[in-house]
Structure formats: C-alpha cells, structure tokens
C-alpha cells in the first residue's frame, strides 16, 4: 500500500481472532470516511471564521496545535493497537486537520481569491472520478501499478523533506517551490500521484472488508482522509502557483 497507514501488518494479527463479531465492509469505511470529513470541516469553518475576522493571531496557534497535533494523532492511530477506541482517535486526528486546514486556507484565499473553492471543487470530483474508474476497474490495483504509486509517493516524500533540512541553511530546491513552471509541474505530479493513491486505498478497503473487527472502518476512513487532505493540499497549491502568475 502506498499509502503508509494502510501497511499490511496493521491487519495480519486479527485474520484469526475475528468469529462471529461484525466485520468492516466497504460501504461502512465510506460512511466512516464522510463522518471524518465532517469533523474536519467543522475545525476548518472555525479556524477559517477566526482569520477571516481578523483574529490572525489565535487563528495561527491554533493551525499550528493542528499541525503538531494532527501528526501526533496520526502516529498514534498508526501504530498503537488497533482497538474500538479508532473511533475516538481517528475523530480527534480529523479535528485536528481542520483547525490546520482551516487557516492555511483562509490565508491563501486572502491573497489569491477563489483557490480554496476551486480546491476544494477539485478534491471531491477527484475522489469520486477516482473511485469511479477503481469499481469499473478501468484502473486496476495490479503490482505494477502499485510500485509505481510507491515509488513516485516516497520520492515525492524525499522531496519535501530535503526541503524542509535546507529550510534550516536559508537554502531551497531550486524552482520547485515557486510559480514557475517547473514548480508548477512538480505541483501537478504530487496531485496526480496522491490521486493514484486513492485507486490503491480503495483497493486495500476491499481486500480487507470481511477479514477484520467492524472498527477498522474507522482506520480505513483515516487512511482515506491521509490521501484526501495530502490531495486537497497540492491542488490549493496549483492554483495558487497559477493564479500568482496572472
């Protein structure tokens, strides 16, 4: 899976031990999804609010409680062991991400009006074209395939974090990082390849459904949210790399 938290180890344990409880399906991790993004949206609408009426700086603190705290959160899900309390974990992580999301957003849409509708727009046609071409098996999960995606996933994940060492020399990775063109097409790589990775979590939701606890919905949801935030992420920043050119 290219997707890290949905690593196969964080099943294998339970094949054996699951009997007559109820098992995690598809159709529920979806709902699971849908309940997280709710919470997100929440978190987003207040730290949003907070920026735009001019409280920058409570709006700031609490995008960055989000951020630490959203990472802490998803350490935590993935590798603690996985139990009913993934409903309340995963909750928290999701609540987390809004108050990050929220004022990220709120400062892009400042300077460049629009971007946050527009990414937002992009985000949900993505997942549902995705999820489309996944369950008429247009594009299929196949091993190539998901070398591919990991490969292209971790290299991009390479990318940012040489960039966030030379962050502490005042250095940056030449063009990437800007409007230009070239930072354009790298931009543009990173939403096309976080795109690809929902094929592979869709894929890894219904290898699962059946096999483990009915509360995996809540850690296939989490998986599921990683991708959508990481996807929404890279297209806020497309279009703000193409609207800061006009």
């Given at each position: 899976m290219s997707n890290p938290t949905l690593r196969e180890?964080?099943?294998e344990y339970l094949y054996d031990d699951i009997g007559a409880i109820k098992v995690m399906t598809t159709s529920g991790t979806l709902f699971k999804t849908c309940v997280l993004g709710i919470l997100v949206a929440l978190t987003f609408a207040y730290t949003w609010w907070l920026q735009m009426k001019g409280f920058a700086d409570k709006a700031s603190l609490l995008a960055t409680v989000g951020a630490i705290g959203g990472f802490v959160m998803a350490m935590i899900v993935c590798f603690a062991p996985k139990n009913k309390f993934l409903a309340i974990t995963t909750?928290?992580?999701?609540?987390f991400e809004g108050l990050f999301l929220g004022s990220i957003s709120a400062i892009f849409n400042a300077v460049y009006p629009g971007v946050v509708f527009q990414a937002a727009t992009g985000t949900i046609l993505t997942l549902f074209v995705m999820y489309f071409l996944y369950s008429t098996k247009i594009i299929r999960a196949n091993s190539?395939?998901?070398?591919?995606v990991l490969i292209s996933t971790f290299s991009i994940a390479g990318v940012y974090l040489l960039q966030f060492v030379l962050t502490f020399f005042h250095l940056s990775i030449p063009?990437?990082?800007?409007n230009s063109w070239v930072g354009i097409l790298f931009t543009?790589?990173?939403v096309v390849v976080a795109a690809l990775n929902l094929i592979l979590d869709f894929n890894f939701i219904d290898n699962y459904s059946g096999r483990v606890p009915e509360y995996f919905?809540?850690?296939g949801g989490f998986s599921l949210m990683v991708t959508i935030v990481w996807l929404y992420i890279e297209l806020l920043k497309l279009f703000a790399k193409f609207s800061s050119r006009r």
């Open positions: 180890g964080a099943f909750s928290i992580y999701a609540l190539t395939f998901y070398k591919v063009g990437i990082f800007t543009t790589v990173c919905e809540w850690y």
